[in-house]
Nanobody, 118 residues
Framework: QVQVVESGGGLVQPGGSLRLSCAAS????????MSWYRQAPGKEREYVAL????????NYADSVKGRFTISRDNAKNTVYLQMNSLKPEDTAVYYCKAARMAIGVTYWGQGTQVTVSS
């Protein structure tokens, strides 16, 4: 049974930090590229960051570049998103996605809420 479970969200003040985790099971985690997306109220889901299966490459949306860091631990089947210098516009539900394009398979988590407010 495939599971993708995000955690670590919460309420933080502007300028603060949070670390999100995404724990995966039920598939070969080390073969999947992992990414984070977010969706703010009334807006489309948007891409945040990606890390390739072997962690050789990462990529970030311009809006988070220099503030967020994506990483993974293939021994723990977990991907992380370290978020620093948070802004109110970072408020959203954050989703984790596992993707293996070679076989056309994608898995999504249920999301974790991040609220940046004073």
């Amino acid at each position: 049974q495939v599971q993708v479970v995000e955690s670590g969200g919460g309420l933080v003040q502007p300028g603060g930090s949070l670390r999100l985790s995404c724990a995966a099971s039920g598939f070969r985690f080390s073969s999947y590229d992992m990414s984070w997306y977010r969706q703010a109220p009334g807006k489309e889901r948007e891409y945040v960051a990606l890390i390739t299966s072997t962690a050789i490459s990462t990529n970030y949306a311009d809006s988070v570049k220099g503030r967020f860091t994506i990483s993974r631990d293939n021994a723990k089947n977990t991907v992380y998103l370290q978020m620093n210098s948070l802004k109110p516009e970072d408020t959203a539900v954050y989703y984790c996605k596992a993707a293996r394009m070679a076989i056309g398979v994608t898995y999504w988590g249920q999301g974790t809420q991040v609220t940046v407010s004073s």
